[in-house]
């Protein structure tokens, strides 16, 4: 089970076929038939595994007592502790028969609601800052299960296991900022996303762009809440009002409609950066602004980047390649708007690296779980999420 979850985590629900999974075990493919079904029974038992370690763990970490903050970082610490089993990331729960995903969603639904309970009660005992813990828990378990994704960005080839987790925990704790008492005013950063403006009918490139720019919006928006594999072209071209035959000539194959939504995605992240950099204001500012900026990009219904949860391993060598330059640049501009944040003495000197590496865990299941906010919530979670990595959850 934990090579079936490594297989899903690195190469995404399309690649974990059977025979994937057995090659990387050194087995025969027949060997698999005796624990899996099928490929959808290897997904529906790696997110169940997922489900009952994370309610296992969260009982255990309620049942040794301690405050709400000793609870929760027990419960971080067993789930990614040195010995444990890495656990699916679960982003593909369209990909299940109905049966199956109900099943899946209520465990899930279930672990999220004990840790907005231990939220709520840390808040009201006042060992933990109030919080929207409908928003912060679940954010809570998009960070815990992207540690092992993030490692296989090469930016963060450098981070142990180890580093990634005690970053987690550093934001969970206190944050980012040196002064967690005061407010940080920052203006949100207007990056046009999903956009699709008026043009001129004349002008051929000009259409082919705006008809580009709707095609990947909606692509991704699909990909995101349903997953790749679940999400067909011809239900991309409906939401569009287009035929499949627009997509394969504006764009080609699945294959490289995945490769240029995933390229849209680091484009938008870039240009979240590029402002961020050139901030006019505190370094604290910056980055609140820039956080922000991510969580609502998430948010934007129809149009959200393409969520970079899993299968990245998987995509072509040249893709690939393209986002390791776009992650590096990202993370060496994080990095230096944290040194000056440090050198202004408005952001704490941690380990820089190892919390912008686990930063996104905190946003990128914004779209996978969209249905599951309300609107007052998704309202809500930029601003949180962005509070979440500035101050933590100890009291203020």
């Not at 899996?36 to 997110?47: A, I």
């Not at 099943?103 to 919080?131: D, M, N, P, W, Y």
């Amino acid at each position: 089970m934990e090579e079936a979850a490594r297989t899903l985590n690195s190469h995404g629900v399309s690649n974990a076929s059977l025979p994937v999974v057995a090659a990387r075990l050194g087995v025969s493919r027949a060997a698999l038939y005796y624990y899996f079904e099928d490929q959808e029974d290897l997904v529906f038992q790696s997110y169940q595994r997922t489900c009952e370690a994370m309610g296992k763990e969260l009982a255990a970490a309620e049942a040794a007592g301690g405050d709400a903050t000793v609870k929760l970082l027990r419960f971080v610490d067993s789930l990614l502790a040195d010995d444990a089993p890495e656990l699916a990331a679960i982003s593909d729960l369209a990909y299940l028969a109905p049966e199956r995903r109900a099943v899946i969603s209520s465990r899930f639904q279930t672990v999220k609601a004990g840790i907005a309970a231990l939220l709520a009660a840390g808040a009201a005992r006042g060992e933990l800052r109030e919080c929207r813990a409908s928003i912060i828990a679940p954010a809570i378990l998009g960070l815990v299960l992207w540690v092992p994704i993030a490692r296989q960005w090469r930016s963060n080839e450098s981070l142990s296991h180890r580093d990634l987790v005690e970053a987690l925990k550093a934001i969970l704790r206190e944050g980012v900022a040196t002064d967690r008492r005061s407010t940080v005013e920052f203006r949100p950063i207007d990056i046009a996303l999903g956009h699709v403006p008026d043009v001129n009918l004349f002008d051929g490139q000009a259409v082919a762009a705006a008809k580009q720019e709707a095609l990947l919006g909606a692509a991704s928006w699909l990909f995101n809440l349903k997953g790749v594999d679940a999400t067909s072209l011809d239900e991309i071209a409906t939401r569009v009002g287009v035929t499949k035959k627009v997509i394969y000539h504006n764009l080609g194959d699945k294959e490289t409609l995945v490769a240029e939504c995933y390229r849209r995605s680091f484009r938008h992240y870039e240009a979240v950066m590029r402002a961020a950099r050139d901030y006019d204001g505190p370094r604290i500012a910056a980055i609140m602004a820039a956080n922000y900026a991510f969580a609502q990009a998430s948010l934007m219904e129809g149009s959200a980047p393409l969520s970079p949860l899993t299968g990245i391993e998987a995509l072509p060598v040249s893709v690939r390649e393209e986002i390791d330059q776009s992650t590096n640049f990202l993370m060496d501009t994080f990095l230096d708007i944290h040194a000056q944040g440090q050198a202004e003495q408005t952001v704490r000197s941690l380990d820089a690296r190892a919390l912008v590496a686990a930063n996104p865990g905190g946003f990128e299941w914004l779209p996978k779980w969209f249905d599951t906010l309300s609107e007052a919530e998704r309202a809500a979670a930029p601003l949180e999420l962005a509070e979440l990595y500035r101050v933590g959850l100890l009291p203020i």
